[in-house]
């Protein structure tokens, strides 16, 4: 017997209202107490060929090379930057946020030339920013911007965005990591050459997964490489032998994640896209109406809201940090803080997959109206689920 000291696993239940993890159906948990099989099992391949299938419904695509990278939505960002970046080329990065500037430390490190591209944490990249720098340059190679910054609640338009991409021959990458399976996203109709999301926010899995997408025009680019790509781990020539143009190994795919992952696309399926986007739409618009009813202000930019984040701003005399964990203690519930300059001005409450439900909005909000209370913050008595209930019933 060793004398480590160690706790039973017992992990509470919580309800995860925050940037994510968001909870788990349980058929997703089942399947991930399945047997496990060997990662070259026909069973197991059977299972990788319909997983592919179900990320092409999801992103909306065609692509050939869609697949679930090993690692969480981060390993799907290095994977973007490092197999389509090398010295000498210029990216266009949208910096708006924590996400945005990840994606700016990415591309710096595979030595490409960064031209930033920034807004105020909580407002969107204006595409005429896009394009002055675009014209700036002589060729930029990418631009890359995230679609759902988690850490400010901003949905970032990308119509614009993506035709300047064309009109001045860049590719266009995008990160869906709080998008995906939330918000509608259309790989293909909407010019998006590389894709990239993660498994536990609105596609409700464990975290672990990153699915990821890129088409013919942006792959072409690889085989013109200078330099081999310095991750061998992520190099997405040696991944797609394994997942796209054979079984050839590379590494022990994560089975028991595909089978959660395969499970979580299979309930995409089986509600529709439409319907999961309308959800997560109903709810997050019955949160935000319930928080301003409250008198609380939201954080993003009008017009340009999540409905699976919603960043909202910490009145003056209120403990933000001691609501969060009350809830977390008292109520069980997990929300988030504000991440950068946001820190200790924000909350952000996600209601993402299978955590976007009517009864999660009404709970999150009666919750908050009692620790607002306690903290001395006047409002009128049940405002916020009221204002929740007339727009959850419009
Ligand atoms: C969460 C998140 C990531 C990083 O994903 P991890 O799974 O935490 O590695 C990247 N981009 C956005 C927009 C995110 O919300």
Redesign the pocket.
Known sequence: MSNVTYQVLNPPCRTLLG??PSNIHPRVQMAMSAPLVGHLDPYFQGLMDETVALLRYLFRTQNKLTFPVSG????G?QAAFDNFLEPGDVAIIGVNGV?GE?MADNAQRTGATVIPVTAEWGRIIEPEAVEAALKSQKKVKLVAV?H???STGVLQPLAEISKLTRQYESLFLV?T??SLAGHEVAVDDWGIDICYS?T??CLSCP?GL?PFTANEKALATTQKRAQKVHSWYLDLSLLSSYWVTGRVYHHTAPVTMIYALHEGLALIAEEGLEARVRRHLRHGAALHNGLRAMGLELHAQEGYRTSSLTTVRIPSGVDGARVTQRLLKEHNIEISGGLGPLRGKIWRIGLMGHSSTDENVLLVLSALEKLLRDEGYRLERGSGTAAAIESLNS
């Open positions: 940037s994510g969480t939505g981060s390993a960002m996400f990840r995230v759902a910054e988690t990160d990591v709080t993660g536990q926010k975290p990153a």
